[in-house]
Protein backbone atom coordinates (compact mmCIF):
# COMPACT_ATOMS: atom_id res chain seq x y z
CA UNK A 1 0.00 0.00 0.00
CA UNK A 2 1.32 3.26 -0.79
CA UNK A 3 1.99 6.12 2.02
CA UNK A 4 2.39 10.16 1.73
CA UNK A 5 5.77 11.21 3.19
CA UNK A 6 5.69 15.02 3.53
CA UNK A 7 9.02 16.40 3.12
CA UNK A 8 9.13 19.98 4.52
CA UNK A 9 13.11 20.48 4.67
CA UNK A 10 13.83 21.56 0.85
CA UNK A 11 17.73 22.76 1.46
CA UNK A 12 18.86 19.39 0.00
CA UNK A 13 16.18 18.67 -2.64
CA UNK A 14 16.12 18.45 -6.77
CA UNK A 15 19.29 17.33 -7.21
CA UNK A 16 21.14 15.83 -10.49
CA UNK A 17 24.64 15.71 -12.29
CA UNK A 18 26.27 13.79 -9.77
CA UNK A 19 29.00 12.82 -12.62
CA UNK A 20 30.43 10.19 -10.33
CA UNK A 21 27.48 7.99 -10.27
CA UNK A 22 28.09 7.52 -13.99
CA UNK A 23 28.30 3.64 -15.20
CA UNK A 24 31.11 4.53 -17.67
CA UNK A 25 34.70 5.68 -17.53
CA UNK A 26 37.46 5.48 -20.05
CA UNK A 27 40.65 4.05 -19.82
CA UNK A 28 44.27 5.80 -20.97
CA UNK A 29 43.52 4.74 -24.46
CA UNK A 30 40.29 6.48 -24.46
CA UNK A 31 37.97 3.14 -24.94
CA UNK A 32 34.31 3.24 -23.58
CA UNK A 33 34.36 1.15 -20.04
CA UNK A 34 30.41 0.87 -19.74
CA UNK A 35 28.86 -0.69 -16.27
CA UNK A 36 27.62 -4.51 -17.46
CA UNK A 37 24.21 -4.88 -15.71
CA UNK A 38 23.67 -1.51 -17.11
CA UNK A 39 24.42 -2.23 -20.34
CA UNK A 40 22.88 -5.25 -20.86
CA UNK A 41 19.48 -3.36 -20.52
CA UNK A 42 20.44 -0.78 -22.94
CA UNK A 43 22.66 -2.58 -25.84
CA UNK A 44 19.45 -3.52 -28.44
CA UNK A 45 17.81 -0.10 -27.53
CA UNK A 46 18.54 3.17 -29.10
CA UNK A 47 21.06 4.23 -26.86
CA UNK A 48 22.85 1.44 -27.35
CA UNK A 49 23.30 1.58 -30.89
CA UNK A 50 24.08 5.03 -30.42
CA UNK A 51 26.97 4.67 -28.20
CA UNK A 52 28.18 1.66 -30.62
CA UNK A 53 27.96 4.14 -33.49
CA UNK A 54 29.82 6.68 -32.04
CA UNK A 55 32.40 4.49 -29.64
CA UNK A 56 32.11 1.33 -30.86
CA UNK A 57 31.49 -2.06 -28.66
CA UNK A 58 32.15 -0.65 -25.62
CA UNK A 59 34.25 -2.45 -22.42
CA UNK A 60 31.93 -4.14 -20.18
CA UNK A 61 33.07 -4.38 -16.15
CA UNK A 62 30.96 -4.33 -13.04
CA UNK A 63 29.96 -1.35 -10.73
CA UNK A 64 31.86 1.31 -13.04
CA UNK A 65 32.09 4.53 -11.97
CA UNK A 66 33.22 7.78 -13.52
CA UNK A 67 36.84 8.03 -12.00
CA UNK A 68 37.89 12.00 -12.95
CA UNK A 69 36.20 15.50 -13.09
CA UNK A 70 33.84 15.95 -16.59
CA UNK A 71 34.51 19.36 -17.08
CA UNK A 72 36.74 19.58 -20.03
CA UNK A 73 36.04 16.07 -21.22
CA UNK A 74 34.45 15.75 -24.17
CA UNK A 75 33.78 11.78 -23.96
CA UNK A 76 31.60 12.21 -20.50
CA UNK A 77 29.29 15.06 -22.31
CA UNK A 78 29.03 12.65 -25.62
CA UNK A 79 27.48 9.89 -23.51
CA UNK A 80 25.76 12.53 -21.37
CA UNK A 81 24.21 14.10 -24.78
CA UNK A 82 23.48 10.86 -25.67
CA UNK A 83 21.47 9.97 -23.16
CA UNK A 84 19.47 13.38 -23.60
CA UNK A 85 19.09 12.74 -26.64
CA UNK A 86 17.10 9.31 -26.50
CA UNK A 87 14.83 10.70 -24.04
CA UNK A 88 14.28 14.03 -26.16
CA UNK A 89 10.33 15.15 -27.48
CA UNK A 90 10.61 13.87 -30.95
CA UNK A 91 11.53 10.65 -29.98
CA UNK A 92 8.17 9.64 -28.06
CA UNK A 93 5.92 13.20 -28.45
CA UNK A 94 3.61 11.44 -31.50
CA UNK A 95 2.02 9.20 -28.30
CA UNK A 96 0.42 12.11 -26.63
CA UNK A 97 -2.91 12.50 -28.17
CA UNK A 98 -2.99 14.98 -30.80
CA UNK A 99 0.59 16.50 -30.48
CA UNK A 100 2.28 18.32 -33.64
CA UNK A 101 5.89 17.54 -34.22
CA UNK A 102 7.12 19.81 -36.41
CA UNK A 103 10.71 19.37 -38.10
CA UNK A 104 12.86 22.34 -38.59
CA UNK A 105 15.28 22.38 -41.78
CA UNK A 106 18.33 23.64 -41.55
CA UNK A 107 18.13 26.88 -43.27
CA UNK A 108 14.90 27.88 -41.35
CA UNK A 109 16.39 26.65 -38.27
CA UNK A 110 19.05 29.60 -38.93
CA UNK A 111 16.43 31.93 -39.30
CA UNK A 112 14.83 31.09 -36.06
CA UNK A 113 17.88 31.77 -34.15
CA UNK A 114 18.40 34.72 -35.55
CA UNK A 115 15.34 35.80 -34.35
CA UNK A 116 15.69 34.65 -31.31
CA UNK A 117 18.61 36.25 -30.58
CA UNK A 118 17.05 39.76 -31.90
CA UNK A 119 13.99 38.90 -29.23
CA UNK A 120 16.08 37.90 -26.35
CA UNK A 121 18.39 41.37 -26.69
CA UNK A 122 15.75 43.41 -27.02
CA UNK A 123 13.77 41.55 -24.03
CA UNK A 124 13.97 44.77 -21.70
CA UNK A 125 12.48 47.08 -24.77
CA UNK A 126 9.88 44.89 -25.61
CA UNK A 127 8.79 44.44 -21.90
CA UNK A 128 9.19 48.42 -21.39
CA UNK A 129 7.35 49.88 -24.26
CA UNK A 130 4.73 46.78 -24.96
CA UNK A 131 4.07 46.52 -21.20
CA UNK A 132 4.94 42.95 -21.36
CA UNK A 133 6.02 40.83 -18.30
CA UNK A 134 7.47 37.49 -18.11
CA UNK A 135 4.32 35.68 -17.90
CA UNK A 136 2.91 37.42 -20.78
CA UNK A 137 2.95 36.75 -24.68
CA UNK A 138 5.17 39.09 -27.19
CA UNK A 139 2.57 39.35 -29.97
CA UNK A 140 4.16 39.76 -33.31
CA UNK A 141 2.51 42.62 -35.40
CA UNK A 142 4.02 41.35 -38.91
CA UNK A 143 2.89 38.01 -39.32
CA UNK A 144 3.46 38.74 -43.31
CA UNK A 145 7.29 38.63 -42.14
CA UNK A 146 7.35 35.43 -40.69
CA UNK A 147 5.02 33.68 -43.86
CA UNK A 148 8.17 34.91 -46.30
CA UNK A 149 11.17 34.18 -44.02
CA UNK A 150 9.51 30.96 -42.55
CA UNK A 151 7.27 29.19 -44.81
CA UNK A 152 7.64 25.52 -44.30
CA UNK A 153 7.26 25.73 -40.45
CA UNK A 154 3.92 28.67 -40.31
CA UNK A 155 3.08 26.11 -43.38
CA UNK A 156 3.20 22.98 -41.00
CA UNK A 157 1.88 25.09 -38.48
CA UNK A 158 -1.17 26.13 -40.07
CA UNK A 159 -2.09 22.77 -41.46
CA UNK A 160 -2.40 20.80 -38.11
CA UNK A 161 -3.05 23.57 -35.63
CA UNK A 162 -6.88 23.32 -35.43
CA UNK A 163 -8.10 26.47 -33.58
CA UNK A 164 -7.31 25.16 -29.97
CA UNK A 165 -5.19 26.35 -27.32
CA UNK A 166 -1.33 24.17 -27.48
CA UNK A 167 1.60 23.64 -25.09
CA UNK A 168 4.63 24.20 -27.33
CA UNK A 169 8.39 23.51 -26.40
CA UNK A 170 10.85 22.18 -28.53
CA UNK A 171 12.04 19.03 -28.27
CA UNK A 172 13.81 18.85 -25.21
CA UNK A 173 13.01 22.16 -23.08
CA UNK A 174 10.20 24.60 -22.70
CA UNK A 175 10.08 28.34 -21.57
CA UNK A 176 8.96 27.31 -17.73
CA UNK A 177 12.62 28.44 -16.64
CA UNK A 178 12.41 31.93 -18.38
CA UNK A 179 8.55 32.43 -17.89
CA UNK A 180 4.85 30.28 -17.39
CA UNK A 181 3.86 28.49 -20.71
CA UNK A 182 0.27 30.08 -21.90
CA UNK A 183 -1.52 28.10 -24.45
CA UNK A 184 -1.21 29.24 -28.07
CA UNK A 185 -3.75 29.42 -30.75
CA UNK A 186 -1.38 30.89 -33.82
CA UNK A 187 1.40 29.39 -35.35
CA UNK A 188 3.04 33.00 -34.59
CA UNK A 189 2.19 32.97 -31.16
CA UNK A 190 3.78 30.07 -31.12
CA UNK A 191 7.04 31.04 -32.58
CA UNK A 192 7.36 34.26 -30.49
CA UNK A 193 6.53 32.16 -27.80
CA UNK A 194 9.48 30.15 -28.26
CA UNK A 195 11.88 32.43 -29.37
CA UNK A 196 11.55 34.65 -26.99
CA UNK A 197 12.97 32.10 -24.37
CA UNK A 198 16.91 31.66 -23.69
CA UNK A 199 16.40 27.99 -22.77
CA UNK A 200 14.62 27.34 -25.69
CA UNK A 201 17.03 29.44 -27.68
CA UNK A 202 20.02 27.26 -26.34
CA UNK A 203 18.00 23.95 -27.15
CA UNK A 204 17.95 25.46 -30.84
CA UNK A 205 21.84 26.04 -30.81
CA UNK A 206 23.05 23.10 -29.03
CA UNK A 207 24.57 20.70 -31.11
CA UNK A 208 23.50 17.26 -30.48
CA UNK A 209 24.16 13.74 -32.16
CA UNK A 210 20.97 13.76 -33.97
CA UNK A 211 21.45 17.59 -35.48
CA UNK A 212 17.53 17.69 -36.43
CA UNK A 213 15.53 20.14 -34.42
CA UNK A 214 12.08 20.29 -33.76
CA UNK A 215 8.86 21.72 -32.22
CA UNK A 216 6.55 19.86 -30.41
CA UNK A 217 2.63 21.19 -29.51
CA UNK A 218 0.31 19.44 -27.80
CA UNK A 219 -3.25 20.56 -26.32
CA UNK A 220 -3.22 22.62 -23.35
CA UNK A 221 -4.43 21.27 -20.15
CA UNK A 222 -5.02 22.79 -16.71
CA UNK A 223 -1.16 21.50 -15.52
CA UNK A 224 -0.44 23.62 -11.97
CA UNK A 225 1.57 22.68 -9.27
CA UNK A 226 -1.88 21.74 -7.43
CA UNK A 227 -1.54 18.32 -10.14
CA UNK A 228 1.82 18.32 -11.79
CA UNK A 229 3.98 15.55 -10.13
CA UNK A 230 7.38 13.46 -11.02
CA UNK A 231 7.54 10.00 -11.38
CA UNK A 232 10.58 8.14 -11.01
CA UNK A 233 11.20 4.88 -12.83
CA UNK A 234 13.98 2.30 -12.15
CA UNK A 235 15.03 -0.68 -13.22
CA UNK A 236 11.01 -0.75 -14.77
CA UNK A 237 9.55 -0.19 -11.96
CA UNK A 238 7.48 3.30 -10.91
CA UNK A 239 10.43 3.65 -7.51
CA UNK A 240 8.98 6.62 -6.34
CA UNK A 241 6.15 9.89 -7.16
CA UNK A 242 7.00 13.50 -5.99
CA UNK A 243 5.04 16.71 -6.11
CA UNK A 244 7.04 18.53 -9.06
CA UNK A 245 7.01 22.45 -7.92
CA UNK A 246 9.24 22.04 -4.73
CA UNK A 247 9.01 25.68 -4.15
CA UNK A 248 5.46 25.93 -3.58
CA UNK A 249 3.10 24.37 -0.68
CA UNK A 250 -0.18 23.42 -2.08
CA UNK A 251 -3.06 22.83 0.06
CA UNK A 252 -4.42 20.66 -2.72
CA UNK A 253 -1.36 18.74 -2.82
CA UNK A 254 -1.92 18.51 1.07
CA UNK A 255 -5.19 18.07 1.63
CA UNK A 256 -6.63 16.02 -1.72
CA UNK A 257 -3.97 14.19 -2.73
CA UNK A 258 -1.69 12.89 0.07
CA UNK A 259 -5.23 10.89 1.28
CA UNK A 260 -4.84 8.87 -1.86
CA UNK A 261 -1.00 7.84 -2.80
CA UNK A 262 -2.09 4.34 -3.79
CA UNK A 263 -4.77 5.35 -6.08
CA UNK A 264 -2.23 7.76 -7.78
CA UNK A 265 0.07 4.84 -7.82
CA UNK A 266 -2.35 2.56 -9.35
CA UNK A 267 -3.23 5.36 -12.35
CA UNK A 268 0.88 6.22 -12.64
CA UNK A 269 1.36 2.27 -13.09
CA UNK A 270 -1.34 1.94 -15.68
CA UNK A 271 0.07 4.93 -17.74
CA UNK A 272 3.56 3.65 -17.76
CA UNK A 273 2.19 0.17 -18.76
CA UNK A 274 0.38 2.33 -21.32
CA UNK A 275 3.35 4.43 -22.57
CA UNK A 276 5.44 0.97 -22.35
CA UNK A 277 3.18 -0.59 -24.90
CA UNK A 278 3.09 2.21 -27.60
CA UNK A 279 6.15 2.89 -27.61
CA UNK A 280 8.59 0.62 -29.74
CA UNK A 281 11.20 -1.38 -28.06
CA UNK A 282 14.20 0.82 -28.91
CA UNK A 283 12.56 3.61 -27.78
CA UNK A 284 11.12 2.24 -24.28
CA UNK A 285 12.60 3.48 -21.21
CA UNK A 286 13.11 1.44 -18.00
CA UNK A 287 15.36 4.14 -16.43
CA UNK A 288 13.34 7.53 -16.50
CA UNK A 289 11.79 10.32 -14.92
CA UNK A 290 8.08 11.06 -16.38
CA UNK A 291 6.35 14.57 -15.96
CA UNK A 292 2.54 13.72 -15.18
CA UNK A 293 -0.54 15.50 -14.17
CA UNK A 294 -3.46 13.95 -12.62
CA UNK A 295 -7.05 14.15 -12.50
CA UNK A 296 -9.91 12.56 -11.34
CA UNK A 297 -12.88 11.11 -12.77
CA UNK A 298 -15.61 9.44 -11.40
CA UNK A 299 -13.92 8.76 -8.22
CA UNK A 300 -10.96 7.40 -10.73
CA UNK A 301 -7.46 8.92 -10.54
CA UNK A 302 -6.60 9.06 -14.40
CA UNK A 303 -2.52 10.09 -14.98
CA UNK A 304 -1.84 11.94 -18.14
CA UNK A 305 1.67 12.10 -19.45
CA UNK A 306 3.38 15.73 -19.71
CA UNK A 307 7.33 14.39 -20.98
CA UNK A 308 9.26 11.75 -20.70
CA UNK A 309 13.12 12.63 -19.21
CA UNK A 310 16.26 10.89 -18.72
CA UNK A 311 16.82 9.29 -15.09
CA UNK A 312 18.66 11.88 -12.87
CA UNK A 313 21.49 10.93 -10.24
CA UNK A 314 24.29 11.24 -13.00
CA UNK A 315 21.98 12.77 -15.63
CA UNK A 316 20.05 15.77 -16.26
CA UNK A 317 16.53 15.59 -14.29
CA UNK A 318 16.43 17.21 -11.10
CA UNK A 319 14.82 14.88 -8.34
CA UNK A 320 12.29 16.83 -6.94
CA UNK A 321 11.70 16.54 -3.45
CA UNK A 322 13.67 13.80 -3.32
CA UNK A 323 17.83 13.90 -3.00
CA UNK A 324 19.64 11.66 -5.35
CA UNK A 325 22.15 10.91 -3.01
CA UNK A 326 21.14 10.93 0.36
CA UNK A 327 16.94 10.38 -0.13
CA UNK A 328 16.91 8.36 -2.89
CA UNK A 329 13.50 6.70 -4.81
CA UNK A 330 13.27 3.33 -3.47
CA UNK A 331 10.71 1.27 -5.61
CA UNK A 332 9.64 -0.97 -2.49
CA UNK A 333 8.64 2.03 -0.61
CA UNK A 334 6.10 3.15 -2.34
CA UNK A 335 5.76 6.67 -1.40
CA UNK A 336 4.41 9.53 -2.12
CA UNK A 337 6.59 12.90 -1.48
CA UNK A 338 4.60 16.10 -0.70
CA UNK A 339 5.89 19.85 0.38
CA UNK A 340 4.54 21.02 3.86
Not at 26 to 52: A, H, Y
Not at 171 to 200: E, F, G, M, N, R
Not at 297 to 322: F, K, T, V
Request: proline share 4%.
Amino acid sequence: MATTRFQSNIQILNTSNYHEYAPIRFNNLSDLIFDKVLWLKIQDKWIGKEIIKTFGNPLLENNVKYNREPDDDTLYWKIYHLFNEWTSGNQWYNIIPNSIIIEISQKELDILIQISNELISYDEYYKTHLECDNNEELNCDNNEEFDDILPEIICNLKNKMSGIGYFVKTQDTSTKKDYTPIPVYTPYDALVHILSSKQCNKSLKMSNINKTKYLLLSPWKNISADNEFRVFVIDDKIAGISQQNVNKISDVMINKWSCVAEDIYIGVEKLYDNIKNLLPYEYQYDQCCLDIWIEEIDGCIIANLIEINGRGLWGSSGSSLYCWKYDPPIAENRELLIRK
